[in-house]
């Protein structure tokens, strides 16, 4: 089974709003990272948050991460057309230096 | 800066044929190297991964196999393709570290078979 599970599957918003993505895993963590896949291309890296961080920012990407809840939520603010794409979270289990990734979460911002 | 790079970009093969998949990266030494498979709709399931030359792991039970013949070069093979081959394969490099860093991902090679 997937370590890390999106939620919502598909999200749909108006260009300007800003998008909430979650993420739950079910065993305990180095790091947690998420990425941005546009249609049929390779996936880029966005942001990594560490086990004993709480929250990063990256420009307009805010990450948070409670490992008492096994979640994470990833927020575009302020989402522009561009940021259409799936995006992925994926754990770090310290497991022999691999990454878990979950299905991902499709992302349509209407302009 | 590091680059990798991967080919075919696209590949139409009928069932029972070979398979390879080459995969390069450049300006970095003694990286990990992974091979992920992503089904339509699906996540990326990881199917190889190498911490060195000669040194492979294989997380699926299955008719693929890779090689690592140099430092920076990874190969997916398969001596007969299954229609369930079928997918977009992503090669994907990370630095040699204790924790896993973030992976840096290629184009991926959209593999259809007949």
């Known amino acids: 089974s997937q370590q890390g599970e999106e939620d919502p599957q598909a999200l749909s918003i108006q260009e300007g709003e800003n998008a909430t993505m979650n993420c739950s895993y079910k065993t305990s963590i180095n790091n947690l990272q998420w990425y941005r896949q546009n249609s049929g291309r390779g996936l880029v890296h966005l942001i990594l948050i560490r086990s004993n961080e709480r929250e990063k920012h990256s420009g307009r990407l805010r990450v948070t991460l409670d490992t008492s809840k096994k979640s994470s939520s990833l927020l575009i603010t302020a989402s522009r057309a561009a940021d259409t794409a799936s995006y992925f979270c994926a754990t770090d289990t310290g497991a022999n230096s691999k990454l878990t990734f979950g299905k991902g979460i499709t992302l349509s911002v209407r302009p | 800066s590091q680059t990798i790079h991967q080919w075919p970009a696209t590949l139409v093969q009928p069932v029972g044929s070979p398979l390879s998949l080459e995969c390069t990266v450049e300006?970095?030494?003694?990286?990990?190297l992974y091979w992920y498979r992503q089904a339509a709709g699906r996540g990326l399931q990881l199917l190889f991964y190498?911490?060195?030359?000669?040194?492979i792991s294989s997380e699926v039970p299955q008719n693929l196999s890779a090689s690592r013949p140099q430092d920076r070069q990874f190969i997916l093979s398969s001596k007969k393709l299954l229609l369930s081959d079928s997918g977009f394969y992503l090669c994907a490099w990370s630095r040699l570290a204790g924790a896993t860093g973030e992976l840096f991902f290629g184009e991926g090679s959209r593999l259809t078979v007949l």
């Open positions: 190498s911490v060195g030359i000669g040194q």
């Open positions: 300006g970095t030494s003694n990286p990990n």
